[in-house]
């Protein structure tokens, strides 16, 4: 993993887009990425924090009121909420907190943390972007949306796009 992270990490050099390795502070921390995301399950922020520094990004899945209330009080950067729905990329022993449940958890983490930018992730497809920036994601994180495309790159794009128009539509 490290040294897949490290060709990665090339392939990025000059083009701005940080490296976030999930789950693995010790990868991230042996391969100079720039960050890592971590789950309730993992190592906690603050002591990820320590290890890693304070340019590292950090940031943390919200899937309940309990990871919520963790998130806002926790030295992380931003937070990334759901299942909101179904996917077909990971088995995920939780149901889907929807696009209600998206927008009662982000507005938790405003509460608290007004400045957390905060993502939806889970079968997330280009029309249902309008609606979850509408509820108050500032991003998505998308997989098999990207890799069922037959160019990849176009719908990356495509993704940024409509994340773009709908931001600008919230302001």
């Known amino acids: 993993m490290i040294q897949q992270a490290v060709l990665i990490l090339q392939a990025l050099q000059g083009t ?16 100079g990425a720039d960050g890592v995301h971590l789950g309730a399950d993992d190592m906690d ?4 924090r320590r290890l890693l520094g304070p ?12 990871d919520a209330q963790r998130a806002g009080n926790a030295p992380a950067d931003y937070a990334c909420i759901g299942g909101v729905f179904d996917t077909v990329s990971k088995v995920n022993p939780d149901d889907p907190v929807g696009l209600e449940g998206f927008r009662g958890l982000r507005n938790v983490l405003k509460d ?11 079968g997330i497809t280009l029309e249902k972007v309008p609606a ?13 949306a990207l890799f069922r ?10 993704f940024r796009h409509h994340v773009d128009i709908a931001l600008e539509a919230r302001r």
């Open 112 to 122: 608290m943390r007004p400045d957390m930018p905060g993502g939806a992730i889970a």
């Open 16 to 31: 701005g887009v940080p490296l976030v390795i999930n789950d693995r502070v010790d990868v991230a921390l042996a391969s």
């Open 45 to 48: 922020a603050a002591t990820a």
């Open 132 to 144: 979850l920036i509408a509820a108050g994601a500032d991003g998505v994180a998308v997989i098999s």
């Open 149 to 158: 495309a037959t160019d990849i790159a176009a719908a990356a794009r495509d």
């Open 55 to 66: 340019a590292a990004i950090i940031g943390l899945t919200v899937k309940n009121m309990d």
